[in-house]
């Protein structure tokens, strides 16, 4: 993609990219667990609990044939400016979301862990040549990788807190199973 920063909106052969957003009314305990982790439209585009993100990427560096960013959130008032990372089992999600997820993320330890970590850097990988347009971006195919290589997946998650117990599916960079996500952008705004 483009060495600069762009914003775009995220799509999978599973529909576009968004986040869990469950109304508190809906389900109390999913609106805790899950609200901010990435997902697809497909998956959940058909409930109350989906809701499609624009995404700034800021880049970072080229490193042979790998773009570097920075993702965060370019919308809506929870969720602009939260930074896309994974948890330590993989799990993608939106953090430094709402106001407590903003104090946090602004906090003198959170900027110095910050300062020592990549982690918050994502690669994008070409799947095909590119001519380096505008407009062309939107049907070029790539892989999203994190820091250790891993690719993206849509991995099926197991929710037990309550019977039945019930699965969904959410967007992992790991080892576990899962489809490998193949994206592309689209809607591209370059800043």
């Known amino acids: 993609m483009f060495p600069t920063t762009f914003t775009a909106e995220l799509h999978c052969q599973h529909g576009r990219v968004g986040v869990v957003e469950t109304p508190i009314y809906v389900h109390p305990a999913f609106s805790i667990d899950q609200d901010g982790w990435l997902c697809t439209e497909d998956q959940r585009g058909d409930t109350p609990s989906f809701l499609p993100i624009r995404f700034l990427f800021k880049f970072v560096k080229k490193s042979g044939n790998r773009l570097h960013y920075q993702i965060n959130g370019a919308e809506t008032w929870k ?3 939260s930074i896309l990372r994974q ?30 970590s990549d982690q918050a850097q994502w690669k994008i990988e070409l799947l095909q040549e590119w001519d380096g347009s505008l407009e062309s971006a939107g ?4 892989y999203l990788r994190d820091t250790s290589g891993h690719r993206v997946a ?12 019930r699965h969904y599916w959410f967007l992992n960079a790991g080892e576990k199973d899962g489809e490998i996500l193949v994206f592309h952008l689209k809607d591209i705004q370059l800043i």
């Open 79 to 81: 969720y602009f400016g």
């Open 154 to 165: 849509l991995v099926k998650a197991i929710y037990d807190r309550e019977k039945p117990i």
């Open 87 to 116: 948890n330590k089992k993989g799990w993608l999600g939106l953090y430094a979301s709402h106001v407590m997820g903003r104090l946090l993320e602004w906090s003198p330890p959170a900027v110095i862990g910050k300062a020592l």
């Open 139 to 142: 049907s070029i195919p790539f």
